[in-house]
């Protein structure tokens, strides 16, 4: 009899906890606009070492805004395309920890290097942006896509390594309580 009891009062707080997480799907998220900036490099004043000569350039950022319904999500992947001279960019990053609220944000960069590699070295203009897709998703399931302009993506080659991540950049230290925690990349 205390077996039995024993299982049963087991089975009843496993079942418990199942139930207490909230599911996640695609109603969970609801994404905002896709914004596009060009800030310039951040400058650090550095003491001691080497004082090296440099020019400030302009990055590229994508970010978007995001509200989500469940009191807490583990981890969300966002995953940014952009359509730049005629190439697809693609980038990710996740993040892990969310509250559930308003106001949350996804932001990636592209280097002034890159750019400079797209373009040719010529000056990027707003016509040389044809279009940002963002996809988020978690465990491999989509939940939400947004874009800056309408339209599908184009059948091109995707070129990987070009969008970074908030980490990857100088604006790494910047900023840092309007975007969730990234999880660490092995």
């Known amino acids: 009899m205390k077996t039995l009891t024993l299982a049963l009062l087991s089975l009843a707080v496993l079942t418990t906890g199942a139930f207490a997480q909230a599911v996640v799907g695609p109603t969970s998220i609801k994404l905002g606009k896709v914004e596009i900036a060009a800030p310039s490099s951040p400058e650090y004043q550095v ?10 350039a302009k990055w590229l950022e994508f970010e978007i805004g995001y509200d989500t319904k469940p009191e807490e999500i ?12 005629n190439k697809l960019l693609d980038g990710e990053v996740t993040y892990v920890n969310i509250a559930k609220g308003t106001e949350h944000f996804a932001v990636m960069y592209l280097s ?5 590699k797209l373009t040719g070295g010529k000056t990027l203009t707003a016509a040389s942006i044809q279009n ?6 978690r465990q491999g399931q989509l939940l939400a896509r947004e874009s800056y302009k309408p339209g599908a993506q184009p059948n091109l080659p995707h070129v990987a390594g070009m969008v970074l991540n908030k980490t990857q950049t100088p604006f790494a230290p910047l900023f840092y309580d309007r975007y969730e925690e990234i999880k660490p990349t092995r």
């Open 112 to 116: 002034p290097k890159s750019i400079d």
């Open 47 to 56: 003491t001691g070492g080497l004082n090296k000569r440099y020019k400030t």
């Open 74 to 85: 583990d981890e969300l992947t966002f995953k940014f395309t952009a359509l730049i001279e």
């Open 132 to 137: 940002v897709w963002v996809e988020v998703s």
